[in-house]
């Protein structure tokens, strides 16, 4: 449904996860943006220190912050990381 805020060019929700997997550890990376309103990226790492493991910045612009998404996705593999999904949800359940 399209509203006054809402634009045909650009979805209202942008969300796209990235599951990483290396050495038997997961770890996920994702993205979220609605409107005009509220760009985010959070991660989440099992081996950083208990109250560390997760991480999340905000950008003024949803094209920071996928740039930002992605550009971490790319280190991850430059790493060593294999990226086992790296889509949005799958939300088909809801249908």
């Not at 942008?14 to 550890?25: C, E, F, V």
């Not at 990226?41 to 220190?49: I, Y």
């Not at 999340?56 to 086992?84: C, I, K, L, Y």
């Amino acid at each position: 449904m399209m509203n006054e805020t809402s634009r045909p060019d650009k979805p209202a929700i942008y969300r796209k996860t990235a599951i990483l997997q290396k050495n038997g550890i997961f770890a996920a990376v994702g993205v979220y943006s609605y409107l005009d309103e509220l760009h985010a990226v959070a991660s989440f790492d099992p081996r950083c220190a208990k109250g560390k493991q997760h991480y999340r910045n905000s950008f003024e612009t949803r094209t920071a912050a996928v740039t930002s998404f992605e550009t971490s996705v790319a280190t991850s593999r430059d790493r060593g990381w294999t990226v086992a999904w790296n889509a949005a949800p799958n939300n088909s359940y809801l249908s």
